[in-house]
């Protein structure tokens, strides 16, 4: 079913934007911004309610964009979807940057600024004076072909099929392969999904070192000697630095590697195998078949709905209304991209959810993650300023893998106390994994970043050495191409630049709420839920107090989930 929000509910009517404004529109947007700046701005009650008409606009516009990116990436082989989208990102962006801009420069230029309550308006006046700094013209062109790249390695990836057991298959679709106690066919569907990757390889490494030129050229002429300096103030990491990330690293590469290792060898014994290979590593070593806890869609999105509903009731019911309204693409097919996520349309104030279930283990976990997003979602509905109906993107995660772990008590619902068992225990064993990878792209990021025009062949060894570093035990002998090439899988190198050391951050916030829970489960729910009330209202570390966690993604942070996880798994 194709994405249509007239469909849907409009729970909060404009004040501001007229009815029939068609946002795709350059000559029906224009106006309403030249009326926001011939504003007078000189009280706090009228800066207050140009705010407010600025985000009812902002949120009717970003819909729109949303709308087409969502109808994009669930086609990718619909041509019409695919002009809308572009049509969006090269004729109506490129002429949003520099109106914005200059309403950021009324904003920061109106006398009545100083008069706004300090703790309502604190987060808002940061973002915005940021906005105003980072802000060049020059790059608003560059930007626009930095999105079009993007869309150009989601249409490559996302055309990828192999043909294996009578069928054409989806690369997600042949994950579950990966999951067969049979080592032959894992074996043939690795070789298979690699080889299928490495055919586009170059076309891929071409897009990169095209982004990799732009994004230099945009820090350069914001006046930043390289993109990661440029990309940390644009992020508005005001909390942390590149020195903080860096430790992160270190104290991943003392405490969870060696854990992650250990799984490893224990895997190891327990298959009888000589030394392990990549398609070794998702299969269950004690030669049980794979998990597979549901068969269709419906049966993911009843089981995820009664999950839901044991953590909280009102959760159960937010994303049964999901369901109602046709928000929920889950299914893999051709044509559509890989990966998942949650989008929300702003002026509805609701979730999309959009993943590739293929009947998998990993496919609830993704569900249960993209629902912990949209319960973010829902919990600030009623906040006006849209800036502020979004949290950032370090606690916006603690959202979704708090959402994992919290859910994880009502696994029964897809599966037998057993299996619950082994799906909690592999879960943990994941999120060993994922610190592991989270340091090694955010360390190949720094690197990427901060040594602009770099040959193909030095990011390519670059990547092996930080395998090296924060890797497995695994032998890629015979495969070592897939090794050095295995970098191009991870979307958000193409599409969202230095966006994952907040997994990372948040990954131990969700930990943190894990614990919690193992003491206080309901304590532990009331927490995250007042913690996501709050959208980005506060500042980051504020967020993490709310839902009784410390702001900590050090060497402290690290050493103690190592040790939580190492107590859980047995080791």
Not at 341 to 369: C, K, W
Not at 437 to 452: G, R, V
Request: aromatic letters at 10%; proline letters at 6%.
């Amino acid at each position: 079913m194709v994405l249509d929000p007239r469909r849907l509910p409009r729970d909060y009517p404009r004040r501001f934007v007229p009815e029939a404004l068609d946002a795709g529109d350059w000559t029906q947007l224009e106006p309403l911004f030249d009326e926001l700046e011939r504003r007078e701005l000189s009280t706090p009650e009228a800066l207050e309610r140009w705010l407010l008409d600025r985000s009812e606009l902002t949120a009717v516009i970003r819909e729109e964009g949303t709308v087409r990116y969502i109808r994009m990436t669930c086609q990718t082989d619909n041509p019409d979807y695919e002009k809308a989208y572009l049509h969006f990102v090269e004729e109506i962006e490129p002429k949003l940057k520099p109106r914005f801009h200059r309403l950021d420069e009324l904003y920061v230029r109106s006398p009545a600024r100083a008069r706004l309550p300090e703790a309502r308006y604190l987060v808002l006046d940061r973002k915005l004076r940021n906005s105003v700094e980072l802000f060049r013209e020059a790059n608003v062109p560059l930007e626009t072909e930095e999105e079009k790249l993007g869309q150009r390695y989601q249409k490559i990836t996302g055309a990828m099929t192999v043909r294996y057991d009578g069928r054409e298959q989806t690369l997600q679709q042949m994950a579950r392969y990966l999951e067969e106690p049979d080592r032959a066919v894992r074996q043939e569907a690795w070789e298979l999904i690699v080889e299928r990757r490495l055919r586009d390889k170059d076309e891929l490494d071409e897009i990169f070192d095209e982004l990799l030129r732009l994004r230099q050229q945009i820090a350069e002429n914001a006046g930043f000697a390289n993109y990661r300096d440029y990309a940390f103030k644009k992020r508005e990491r005001f909390d942390y630095t590149p020195e903080d990330c860096e430790e992160f690293h270190e104290a991943v590469e003392r405490h969870v590697v060696p854990l992650m290792r250990a799984l490893q060898r224990r895997r190891q014994a327990e298959l009888g195998v000589d030394e392990l290979r990549p398609w070794d590593l998702n299969v269950d070593p004690e030669g049980k078949p794979p998990l597979r806890p549901f068969s269709s869609a419906k049966e993911l999105v009843e089981g995820c709905c009664e999950v839901f509903s044991r953590v909280d009731p009102e959760l159960g019911a937010q994303f049964g209304r999901l369901a109602e309204l046709g928000l929920l693409d889950l299914e893999s097919r051709k044509g559509k991209a890989p990966g998942g996520y949650q989008a929300t349309l702003e002026e509805r104030r609701l979730p999309f959810i959009f993943m590739n279930a293929v009947g998998r283990d990993s496919d609830v976990r993704t569900l249960l993650h993209e629902g912990g997003h949209a319960f973010h979602t829902f919990a600030v509905r009623d906040e006006p300023l849209v800036a502020y109906r979004h949290a950032p993107l370090e606690f916006a995660e603690v959202a979704s893998m708090g959402m994992e772990l919290l859910s994880a008590p009502h696994l029964d619902v897809f599966y037998s106390p057993a299996d619950a068992d082994r799906s909690r225990r592999r879960h943990l064993e994941t999120i060993v994994t994922l610190l592991c990878w989270i340091a090694t792209i955010d360390a190949f990021q720094h690197w990427l970043y901060t040594h602009p025009g770099h040959p193909r062949e030095a990011r390519l060894a670059k990547w092996v050495e930080l395998h090296e570093r924060f890797g497995g035990l695994e032998s890629w002998a015979g495969y070592e191409d897939a090794l050095r090439w295995g970098w191009q899988r991870q979307l958000h190198l193409y599409l969202h630049p230095f966006y994952y050391i907040e997994y990372g951050i948040a990954q131990l916030g969700a930990l943190g709420l894990w614990l919690r829970s193992q003491q206080n489960y309901e304590e532990a729910v009331r927490l995250y839920r007042r913690a996501l009330a709050l959208g980005g209202s506060r500042p980051l570390p504020e967020l993490f107090e709310a839902a009784g966690l410390p702001f900590d993604f050090g060497e402290g942070a690290v050493s103690r989930a190592a040790a939580g996880l190492e107590r859980a798994l047995g080791l």
